[in-house]
């Protein structure tokens, strides 16, 4: 299976700031990731599909990137709202394989 | 607007069965595989089936930690999606979601507890 190795596990920001989160694979998965939000009721959401395509109503300051195996997820500047859990997931490769998450914290 | 929703989650002994249904609509649901995952509490996202669309036969696949154990079905005439659950045991125990396609669309999630 790939591993995806998901950077940091957690991350402590301030509003206005802007971050970047990382996933490493250990496989080539070419442009097959995506990055999903999770709010702390469990709720999911897809925000980038294939690398760095923004999916339909995901605010701008969310961006994708991809250098070599690293793939990044980086926001802009930060609201309110995006202070929940952050995953990568690639589907380059069955079985599909997830990050261990980011938890991004309100400094 | 897109929705999925899955229902039938709960408490269940280990050795028993459970059937999950995700019932889903505003988009064309014969058009797109669907998939089954999970989350254990405080853990990562799991992947563990799919079901493809009737021009591929309905083929389904499976991961190694459910092969055997969980069927994945679907019926393209209610918009459904279902994954039938024998033989379960504690380390099942996770919120389990369905997804469209290429992770486009889930669910809100239903929580499966096994426990004696």
């Known amino acids: 299976d790939i591993q995806m190795t998901q950077s940091p596990s957690s991350l402590s920001a301030s509003l206005g700031e802007r971050v970047s989160l990382t996933c490493r694979a250990s496989?080539?998965?070419?442009?097959?990731l995506n990055w999903l939000q999770q709010e702390p009721d469990g709720t999911i959401k897809r925000l980038i599909y294939a690398t760095s395509s923004l999916d339909s109503g995901v605010p701008k300051r969310f961006s994708g990137s991809r250098s070599g195996s690293d793939y990044s997820l980086t926001i802009s500047s930060l609201e309110s709202e995006d202070f929940v859990d952050y995953y990568c997931?690639?589907?380059?490769?069955?079985?599909?394989?997830f990050g261990a998450g980011t938890k991004l914290e309100l400094k | 607007q897109v929705q999925l929703v899955e229902t039938g989650g709960g408490l269940v002994r280990p050795g028993n069965s459970l059937k999950l249904s995700c019932v889903t609509s505003?988009?064309?649901?014969?058009?797109?595989?669907m998939h089954w995952l999970r989350q254990p509490p405080g853990k990562r996202l799991e992947w563990i089936a799919v079901i493809t669309v009737k021009s591929d036969n309905y083929g389904a696949n499976y991961a190694e930690s459910v092969k055997g154990r969980f069927t994945i079905s679907r019926d393209d005439s209610k918009s459904s999606v279902y994954l039938q659950m024998n033989r379960l045991r504690e380390e099942d125990t996770a919120t389990y979601y369905c997804?469209?396609?290429?992770?486009?669309?889930w669910g809100q999630g239903t929580l499966v507890t096994v426990s004696a």
């Open positions: 997804s469209s396609g290429y992770y486009a669309y």
């Open positions: 997931l690639q589907y380059a490769s069955s079985p599909p394989t």
């Open positions: 496989q080539d998965i070419g442009s097959s």
């Open positions: 505003g988009f064309t649901f014969s058009n797109y595989r």
